[in-house]
């Protein structure tokens, strides 16, 4: 019984660590959510954001919406006529690639008179902090690094699962 203990422990360790290291789930502006008055330069400052990390605005639907937009758009508070909005308030944004990305709410003067926007920098798996300005494809030795911890990790967890169906 102890030895099936230990390497459930183990294994819930292992998962744990496997799942940080794959992606992050970012709720915007925490329990606030995405609203009014909010300062989201404070709220993204201080945290990474990494390829296969998520950000999820939440809202009530009708209220706000979310806009995809460029960097020139995104100091005008004006979004490109084609742009589609995200309406459902539970609005789940995959960061694909790495780079600067700019997100407003296209309500109103949400975005101009009450600071509905958000900016942030998205680095590359491997990057290191550091690297933020001048987002880059991972050096190798990161590359390496990253590797090699979530392979540990896939053996972790194997032998604990073999560790837990024999004992
Ligand atoms: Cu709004």
Known sequence: MAFSKIFFTT???AVSVIHSSLATEFLVGDKSGWTLDFDYQGWAA????RV???????????????????GTEFQQCEA????VPLTTGNDVI??????????????????????????ITVLAQGDSPASAPTPSSPTPAAAR???ASSFYG???????FVGMVLV
């Open 11 to 13: 294994a819930v360790v």
């Open 46 to 49: 201080g945290k990474e954001f």
């Open 52 to 70: 296969g990390d998520q950000l999820v605005f939440k809202y009530a639907s009708g209220v706000h919406n979310v806009l995809r937009v460029n």
């Open 80 to 83: 490109a006529d084609n742009t």
């Open 94 to 119: 995959t960061l694909a690639t790495p780079g600067r990305k700019w997100y407003i709410c296209g309500v109103a003067r949400h975005c101009a008179a009450r600071s509905m926007k958000l900016n």
């Open 145 to 147: 690094g990253n590797a």
């Open 154 to 160: 896939w053996i972790v967890v194997m032998v604990s």
